[in-house]
T-cell receptor, first 113, second 112 residues
Framework: ETGVTQSPTHLIKTRGQQVTLRCSSQSGHNTVSWYQQALGQGPQFIFQYYREEENGRGNFPPRFSGLQFPNYSSELNVNALELDDSALYLC????????????FGPGTRLTVL | QQQVKQSPQSLIVQKGGISIINCAYENTAFDYFPWYQQFPGKGPALLIAIRPDVSEKKEGRFTISFNKSAKQFSLHIMDSQPGDSATYFCAASIEAGNQFYFGTGTSLTVIP
């Protein structure tokens, strides 16, 4: 059984640019959630994808968008990057139709200059 | 509004001692309460979780105590070891697979 993987590990962008982060869910998991973790803070929920549809969204603007693919992998896209977008972006996979927990990947560290 | 409040922010414990971290929540619809451990540069890893139908759950050196009426839960780490030095997050959700609301984290340092 493979765990949750994310790419890239680190990324540096400048303000106004766009970024795409990728996540491969754990084998057998059909749900992916994305979280933003600012330095020294707890993760904040961005949104969740189930069966390729957004299924719940936190308090993040529309410039944060995502996709889930038929193999349950997922992308997080952020447009018009702002300095405050600098954070660790975590994805977590789970089985939607089962009372199991969410398993987190190692994260992508995004720095916006 | 912080849905889950966590304390203390930091904790220093001697090796072999007991580490205690507390969390409180407001939303009575929460029915799943996990604790995650996070090392620098890594993603959170599940330690232990509890549902509100039990008051305590123990796994090895880790115990969750849950007080439904007070809307509080805590993590106890027995016989704390230097390798336990990490940041600990409590969380809550309505169903385990749904959005997690995380606490602000506790940085634990275990001194040899």
């Amino acid at each position: 059984e493979t765990g949750v993987t994310q790419s890239p590990t680190h990324l540096i962008k400048t303000r106004g640019q766009q970024v795409t982060l990728r996540c491969s869910s754990q084998s057998g998991h059909n749900t992916v959630s994305w979280y933003q973790q600012a330095l020294g803070q707890g993760p904040q929920f961005i949104f969740q994808y189930y069966r390729e549809e957004e299924n719940g969204r936190g308090n993040f603007p529309p410039r944060f968008s995502g996709l889930q693919f038929p193999n349950y992998s997922s992308e997080l896209n952020v447009n018009a990057l702002e300095l405050d977008d600098s954070a660790l972006y975590l994805c977590a996979s789970s089985i939607r139709d089962y009372t199991d927990t969410q398993y987190f990947g190692p994260g992508t560290r995004l720095t916006v200059l | 509004q912080q849905q889950v409040k966590q304390s203390p922010q930091s904790l220093i414990v001697q090796k072999g001692g007991i580490s205690i971290i507390n969390c409180a929540y407001e939303n009575t619809a929460f029915d799943y309460f996990p604790w995650y451990q996070q090392f620098p540069g890594k993603g959170p890893a599940l330690l232990i979780a509890i549902r509100p139908d039990v008051s305590e759950k123990k796994e090895g050196r880790f115990t969750i105590s849950f007080n439904k009426s007070a809307k509080q839960f805590s993590l106890h780490i027995m016989d704390s070891q230097p390798g336990d030095s990490a940041t600990y997050f409590c969380a809550a959700s309505i169903e385990a697979g749904n959005q997690f609301y995380f606490g602000t984290g506790t940085s634990l340092t275990v001194i040899p």
